[in-house]
């Protein structure tokens, strides 16, 4: 098991983000991850989700509207004990230079200052918490990167 510390940096690819800001959270059991102009659509007969990340005030927002058929809708608890019917996307992150699987719901956050949280379903069975630590895997990135 890795051990991640209570903030760091990852990757998206597939949502075109890099080194975005992530906060551990062990009490939240979905991840999660900011989202505004959140719309069920229908294309050529199917149903797709479609979707905005971030918000203009923040450094890493481009104006991309997602889409994608891999969805669902989930009922989730909020931080203040509220049920809302939240959708979940499956797509991939990058973090300590290895790839997993991550389900994250599209949530609005913009009043939060870490746009992604990880939640124990993402950090079950491969890492450990250690929230005196802060960066280890974008410091490890950055001494790989510097050795290129």
Sequence with gaps: MKIIGRIDKADFPELDLRNIN????????????????????????EKYIEFKLLDP???????TIFKTKNYKLKS???SFGNIEERYIISTKIVIFA??????LSLSERSDMK???????RF????FIVN???KNIS???????????
Excluded: M, W
């Excluded at 005030?57 to 104006?63: I, V």
């Excluded at 950090?123 to 491969?126: I, V």
């Design 98 to 103: 290895q790839e997993y699987p991550i389900e």
């Design 123 to 126: 950090l079950n069975k491969e």
């Design 114 to 120: 870490f746009p992604i949280l990880l939640g124990r």
């Design 57 to 63: 005030s923040h450094t890493k927002y481009n104006d």
């Design 22 to 45: 992530i906060k551990v959270d062990t009490g939240a059991f979905t991840s999660s991850i900011h989202c505004h102009d959140i719309k069920e659509i229908e294309l050529n007969g």
């Design 138 to 148: 974008f410091k490890l990135k950055r001494e790989t990167n510097k050795k290129k």
């Design 131 to 133: 929230t005196s630590l």
């Design 76 to 78: 989730i608890k909020s």
